[in-house]
């Protein structure tokens, strides 16, 4: 597996550093690019049960709350697949306009949310087979499964095995090896 790490470190990124390149500028400068990249890379590193997936076209990205991506997500995913599927980008502006979209969602990202709205998101999603990614302190231990955080001038990951478990989700060893550890942010 350790041999692995190097590997699966280039593949994710080759994209970011693609968009770092046609950029330019520190990290804050192309934050939301790597970040599409990273988000559209998780869908190639997790697995979601078979029964949800089998009869759909599309794998679908929703944006919750404050979209701060603008075109730079739907640029990440233009003319992509995830296992054959064309992957459509949806936009809500709150839980309820997700929960009345009737729509399934393989990942949605959460934008700046209130502390209720959020808590409200997450217990939402909790038992669908949702990846939930956010950006905020805390969003692992509140019920997220992937926190995207700027951590020594980089985006690393934290991720919540048991979240992942109760939304029945599979999340590669390769992906979790990535993840920060609670001992290296201190």
């Known amino acids: 597996m350790k041999r692995n790490l190097p590997i699966i ?7 970011l550093l693609a968009a770092a390149s046609a950029r330019g500028g520190a990290i804050q400068d192309q934050e939301y690019d790597i970040k599409a990249a990273f988000i559209y890379n998780f869908a190639k ?31 990440a995913i233009a003319d992509k697949t995830v296992e054959g599927k064309r992957i459509v980008i949806e936009r809500f502006p709150d839980v309820g306009a997700m929960r009345r979209s009737g729509h399934p969602i393989d990942i949605v990202f959460i934008g700046a949310l209130s502390a209720d709205d959020l808590e409200a998101a997450l217990e939402y999603i909790e038992y669908l ?16 499964i992937i926190n995207l955080v700027i951590w020594k001038n980089r985006i690393r990951i934290e991720i919540n095995r048991a979240a992942a478990e109760r939304a029945k989700l599979r999340i590669s060893s390769k992906l ?5 550890r609670p001992d290296e942010k201190e």
């Open 129 to 144: 087979p949702v990846l939930t990614i956010g950006e905020t302190p805390d969003f692992c231990e509140k019920g997220g």
């Open 176 to 180: 979790l090896q990535l993840a920060l």
């Open 9 to 15: 470190l280039c593949l994710l990124a080759i994209p």
């Open 45 to 75: 590193f997790v697995e979601w049960p078979e029964e949800n997936e089998a009869a759909r076209s599309t794998f679908s990205i929703g944006i919750l709350g404050n979209d701060p991506f603008g075109p730079a997500i739907d640029a």
